[in-house]
C-alpha cells in the first residue's frame, strides 16, 4: 500500500492532481481542503495517501495532513460511505463544519451535499458522532485568476462535485455579489457556503 508521495506537482485541478515522484507520475483523489493549500506548479508537494484497492481498479486519495485522512478514513468506516463519497463530503463542507454538524445530528445541512441522502446522512451521525472529539479545522490559501477564465472554472469544479449547474450559477454569483472573487480559491469556497447554506447574512 502507498501510504506517502512526495515529489513535483505536475498538474493540479480541485478534485485530483498529478506528482511526479522519480520520474514516476501518480493521479491522486483530493479534496478541496488539500487544493486550497497547495503550492504552484513545478513545487515540491507531501502528501499523506489512501490506497484503495478493488478487482477492477487501484485508486490513490491524498492529503496534506494527517488529521484530514483521518477524517476520511473515519467516514469511510460508516455504512454506505465510500472513498468517492468521503471525498465530496470533504470538499462540501470543511472539517470544521462537519464536525458539529455531525454531533448535533444536523440532517438538513448534511443532505445538502451532492451524493449525502437522508438515510446516508443517519449513518454518518450515528456511526460517527462518538468519534469526533479530537479534530480540528483546517487552514485555508490562495492563488489569482482573471474574473471571466475564474468564473467558468468555478463553476466547472462546482459540476464535477456533482452540483446542480444552475444552481452552482446561483450560488457563484451570490458570491460575487458578496465580495468573492478575486481568487479561485475565494470564488470557490463561498460558492460552496452558498450552496450548503451557510454564507454569512449581511
Known sequence: MIGHLRGTLIDKRPTQVLVDVGGVGY????PLSTFYALGSLRSEVSLLTYTHVREDALALYGFLTSREKHFFEMLISASGVGPSLAIKILSGMSVDELIPAIRRGDLPQLTRIPGVGKK???RIV?????????MTPPEEHEKPASRPQL???VLSALENLGYDRRNAERAVEAARKGGAGKH??????ESLQQLSGTAKKP
Do not use: M, N
Request: glycine content about 0%; aromatic content about 4%.
Open 120 to 122: 446516508t446522512a443517519e
Open 126 to 134: 450515528v456511526e460517527l458522532r462518538d468519534k469526533l472529539a479530537t
Open 27 to 30: 493521479s491522486v483523489i483530493i
Open 151 to 153: 468564473e467558468a472554472d
Open 184 to 189: 479561485f480559491e475565494d470564488l470557490l469556497r
